[in-house]
Every structure is written in C-alpha cells, then in structure tokens.
Nanobody
Framework: QVQLVESGGGLVQPGGSLRLSCAAS????????MAWYRQAPGKQRELVVD???????NYLDSVKGRFTISRDYAKKTVYLQMNILRPEDTAVYYC???????????WGRGTQVTVSS
C-alpha cells in the first residue's frame, strides 16, 4: 500500500520558516519524481517545486530563493525548507510522487501552512 505522509505544517509569522516532510512507503522511492503542490482557498492547486529521481529541480517563480526541496533516499523522505514566508504562501501543501513508466501518481493528504501575524 502506497502512502505519502506529510508533516511540519503550522502557523508562522511573516518572514519565518518551516520545514515540511513527506515520508513515502510502499513505493520504490528512487524511481519516482517527487513534488510539492499547494492549494490556497478558492484557488487551483499549483506546483511549488519538483525534483526528479536524478535530483533536477524546478521551482515556481514566486518561491525561488526562498524554498528548497531535497530528498533523502535512505529515509524515503522529501523535504521542503521554506524561508522568508509570506502571507500569500498560506495554503494546504501536498506531497506528490510520480513515475512516468506505468503512469503512476500518488498524493498525500496535505498539511496546512498558515503565514499570519
């Protein structure tokens, strides 16, 4: 059974930092590209950043220089370090795992990030 479990969300003041984690189980982690998406109230889900199995990354323009994705193959975990957070970063953040071969895609349940003073 495939599971992606996010953690690390919460309430933070503008300018603060959070680190999200996504622990994967039931998948061959090294074969999957991993990504973080977010969805704010009343808005469509958007890709924040993805990282290929080879470590190539692609960031949403508005988070470049503030957010950093990384993956730990031994722990089967992907991280999102978020710095200099802004109110507009407030959203539910979702972990995604995708493998083109076999068209496999999985989602976590999401973790709430709220940036507010």
């Amino acid at each position: 059974q495939v599971q992606l479990v996010e953690s690390g969300g919460g309430l933070v003041q503008p300018g603060g930092s959070l680190r999200l984690s996504c622990a994967a189980s039931g998948v061959l982690f090294s074969e999957f590209g991993m990504a973080w998406y977010r969805q704010a109230p009343g808005k469509q889900r958007e890709l924040v950043v993805d990282i290929t199995s080879g470590g190539n990354t692609n960031y949403l323009d508005s988070v470049k220089g503030r957010f950093t994705i990384s993956r730990d193959y031994a722990k089967k975990t992907v991280y999102l370090q978020m710095n200099i957070l802004r109110p507009e970063d407030t959203a539910v953040y979702y972990c995604n795992a995708k493998r083109n071969l076999g068209k496999l895609e999985y989602w976590g349940r999401g973790t709430q990030v709220t940036v507010s003073s």
